[in-house]
């Protein structure tokens, strides 16, 4: 009942026609780079927002989100009609039901529909800040207060940033985060609150054989892609994660992929409640700690920027959103088209890096629950603007969406 099985969600590169140029970022020596190295400025991140834990996926922290807000059988929530798929499961999960509120043409709340949903079994409204731009929070929040109902802050999108002087995921009563979105991880995501100490929340190593797949998954695209020098890679290798590959190939055999790694981390919609209770591995939060929030926010704005410049008045295509707003860290460059389907082929057939956010939506939604969420759903297509992205490769990027879209 929870399995939700995604066609096209989003697309790697094919190396089909171009270079393979990595959708989500990769493994490379700069990965490690502390702040005090590149930027003086210090970037927050939702884990500056309160007490966190870091588990194995964004879905896994709503559902978490969820169970400590005690929403049960009967319960309604709040999800936005644009969503990603992997929202809904945890709610399911719980035996709640989700109904979907309306959002804007630009992805924004429509604040008058949601509090028209408001019923007497609604517990709990998620928001999400799309692509990394910031939601207007303060109404939302005040509107939850007034009737009641728990805000989960969705920042998926939005692992690094801040609006109004405060780190995103400060407002919700949780929010959730979706590391592996924004670092050269296999998996990783974050429950946070600064109104609950989260000490009910505990957690457990996932064993061995996660730890080194998630090594070594991330090691293995580094090398993938040209990013990583082959002998230093291996020092780079968290000990522990180290010896855990060790014995896992003396021992010979390989362990059945599934008790491996979580569905998420595999672009599918899957929620495993067996993986409620993992910690993220020690890769992850290795490479948490040793990353530079600072270097990552700027690189991508700086990447985000480039792509407007070169993308934003071209035939058929606007960027979604007039502007990037101070304190923000994108996670994609989303761009509204005019004939999606056509140009989304044509980009994919030459191995442009593209991502397609909330298609499909739910089962069941469609134009006549939200007109702007079935249109922002077909129309929005997404370009990678991660901090491990080469100079060469947004060239090239840029002068394959600008022939495509002129063809
Ligand atoms: C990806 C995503 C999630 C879930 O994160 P996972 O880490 O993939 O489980 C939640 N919300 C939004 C908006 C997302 O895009």
Redesign the pocket.
């Known amino acids: 009942m929870l399995a939700y099985s995604p066609s096209t969600a989003s697309s790697t590169a094919s190396a089909a026609a171009g270079p393979a140029i990595p959708l989500a970022p990769v493994l490379s020596a700069a990965s490690f780079r502390r702040a005090a190295e590149v930027h003086a400025s210090p970037a927050r991140t939702v884990l500056d927002a309160g007490a966190y834990r870091l588990v194995t996926?964004?879905?896994?922290a709503?559902a978490l989100a969820l169970r400590e807000l005690g929403v049960q059988a009967g319960d309604t929530v709040l999800v936005p009609a644009y969503?990603?798929p992997?929202?809904i499961p945890p709610v399911l999960w719980r035996g709640a039901t989700p109904v979907f509120y309306r959002v804007t043409a630009d992805a924004g709340v429509d604040l008058e529909d949601l509090a028209a949903r408001i019923g007497p079994d609604t517990r709990a409204v998620m928001v999400?800040h799309y692509f990394g731009f910031p939601q207007d929070l303060a109404p939302i929040r005040a509107l939850c207060d007034a009737r009641g109902i728990a805000l989960v802050e969705?920042c998926?999108?939005a692992f690094i940033g801040e609006h109004g002087g405060r780190p995103l995921g400060s407002w919700g009563d949780y929010a959730i985060a979706?590391s592996?979105?924004f670092l050269p991880i296999y998996e990783g995501?974050a429950l946070v609150s600064n109104r609950h100490d989260l000490k009910n929340v505990t957690l457990r190593s996932a064993g061995a054989g996660f730890e080194a797949k998630v090594a070594l998954n991330s090691v293995e695209k580094g090398f993938a892609y040209g990013r990583l020098p082959t002998l230093r890679a291996a020092l780079w290798l968290p000990l522990r994660a180290k010896s855990a590959l060790w014995g896992l190939l003396k021992r010979g055999r390989k362990v059945p992929a599934p008790a491996l790694a979580p569905a998420?981390s595999d672009s599918s919609f899957d929620f495993d409640p067996r993986w409620l209770d993992k910690r993220s591995s020690l890769f992850s939060r290795t490479l948490l700690k040793a990353s530079s929030p600072a270097r990552i926010q700027a690189l991508r704005r700086r990447n985000y920027q480039r792509l407007d410049e070169a993308l934003r008045g071209l035939p058929g295509l606007r960027a979604l959103h007039p502007q990037l707003p101070d304190g923000a860290c994108p996670w994609v460059y989303p761009l509204l088209v005019d004939e999606p389907e056509a140009l989304f082929q044509r980009l994919k057939a030459r191995g442009v890096p593209l991502t397609r956010?909330a298609y499909p939506l739910w089962q069941g939604v469609d134009d006549t629950t939200c007109p702007n969420a079935g249109m922002l759903s077909r129309r929005v297509l997404a370009l990678p603007c991660h901090q491990e992205l080469r100079e060469d490769e947004l060239d090239w990027i840029i002068a394959a969406v600008r022939k495509e879209a002129s063809a």
């Open positions: 996926s964004g879905r896994v709503i969503h990603s992997s929202m999400t969705d998926a999108h979706s592996m979105k995501g998420s956010f």
